[in-house]
């Protein structure tokens, strides 16, 4: 487990560098993050008027065990952006 924590402390790492080299970086990283975050809420409210809530309570949800967990938001993040290449 120590390993795999070193790994994903490396990676993460490296991947924060990246994000937040300069501040715009950063800014554009983040303002790319919630237009992504607005493109899921408006397909599900569209779609899915009934689980609209769920679109805003499990990602604040997620968010706060990502706040605790590194080796969790490390995964989902790596998730997301295969996600992001394979759509």
């Not at 990676?11 to 899921?40: C, E, M, R």
Request: charged share 10%.
């Amino acid at each position: 487990m120590v390993e795999i924590q070193k790994t994903l402390d490396k990676w993460f790492g490296q991947l924060q560098k990246k994000a937040s080299d300069t501040i715009p970086h950063f800014v554009a990283f983040f303002f790319f993050a919630i237009t992504i975050g607005a493109f899921i809420g408006l397909v599900v409210s569209q779609n899915y008027p009934g689980q609209s809530m769920l679109a805003i309570l499990l990602p604040a949800l997620a968010g706060a065990v990502a706040y605790y967990n590194r080796a969790f938001a490390t995964g989902i993040f790596v998730l997301l952006i295969l996600l992001i290449f394979v759509l």
